[in-house]
């Protein structure tokens, strides 16, 4: 986790605001799984209940862009290392945990959501919409974004259909 990164710090308040279990880790060094160096993952959550997570916290603000030029597609690119990382971490840590790349929206006004949306909140004086999405459906679904970047992404079709509130996460999985 990088302090400095509002939407980090964000998801942090959100973990604690729900008295989430966590491990906030250090970003600026990379850590060593198996035979070689992979890059960190910003948390390790262990419950409520079974949730097992490794998770990768990419912020987003929506819409992007401002006054005519404003994006209203939810953002959710990623780099080809954090996919391979999560799923790394995931099996390094055994078959009950997931990895997990939560999306950590900032709303910009004026663009507003119903305040009965779940896993929506206020965290210094923004407002955050968490959402989140198995690394391994991500990984199922993913089309490449920025070959020179390194970058995916979900079409938006895709996303729709298994992006979830983060708070699901957190339950017991069922089946």
Not at 20 to 30: H, I, M, N, Y
Not at 81 to 104: N, S, T, Y
Not at 121 to 149: I, N, Q
């Amino acid at each position: 986790m990088i302090r400095s990164n509002h939407y980090e710090a964000a998801f942090e308040a959100y973990l604690r605001g729900r008295g989430v279990a966590f491990v906030a880790t250090d970003e600026a060094k990379r850590s060593v799984l198996g035979d070689g160096s992979v890059k960190t993952a910003d948390f390790i959550i262990v419950g409520p209940d079974t949730a097992r997570l490794v998770v990768d916290v990419k912020g987003r603000k929506f819409p992007s862009g401002a006054g005519d030029k404003a994006n209203t597609t939810w953002q959710n690119w990623a780099e080809e290392e954090d996919i391979d990382a999560l799923g790394r971490w995931a099996a390094g840590f055994g078959p009950d945990f997931r990895g997990v790349l939560a999306f950590a929206y900032q709303i910009q006004p004026p663009f507003a959501l119903p305040p009965t949306t779940p896993d929506l909140f206020t965290f210094r004086a923004d407002v955050y919409l968490l959402r989140g999405v198995e690394v391994s459906a991500y990984r199922e679904h993913m089309r490449p974004r920025s070959k020179s970047w390194k970058t995916v992404h979900l079409p938006a079709e895709a996303f729709r259909r298994i992006v979830r509130p983060f708070s699901e996460f957190l339950k017991p999985r069922s089946g």
